[in-house]
């Protein structure tokens, strides 16, 4: 009887299981696409890594391709890109008063604050910086945004 007694006022005070919510696409969507409003909903359900808010992802591109009904995870979006692969930007060094400009073509894409390496075209030395708003590398002890 105790046992009863005991079992009933654990189920009583028990919380309500937990729903939460992820963000998921509504459609198979290509590496490379700027997400819409109409590309991403809210699903039930929990997944570590998974977005929560489907305007973290509205805006972003797609970085790997994302499947219909499958959580969006913060990995697999981010800033749309504005360097492409193969074109030629400004690399700039900064270093307290020392500040010097090259031409260098970049070795891969990358969007605002993304880590890019880029090949000095002068010298032909691959170094890696970070893509500033305005499309040009930043390089050296400064560099990261």
Known sequence: MRTLLLLAALAAAAPAPVTAEMVVATRTIRGQTILGPEDVTLAEGTMA??????????????????????????????????????????????????????????????GVGDPVRVMNLASRTTVTGFVAPNGTVTVGASARP
Do not use: H, K, S, W
């Open 49 to 110: 890594g998974a977005l929560t808010d489907p305007f973290d992802a509205i805006g972003q591109e797609a970085r790997v391709n994302l499947y219909a009904g499958r959580p969006i995870m913060a990995g697999d979006i981010g800033a749309p890109a504005i360097v492409e692969r193969n074109q030629i930007v400004t690399i700039f060094y900064r270093n307290g008063a020392v500040n010097i400009a090259a031409d260098g073509r970049a070795m891969e894409r990358a």
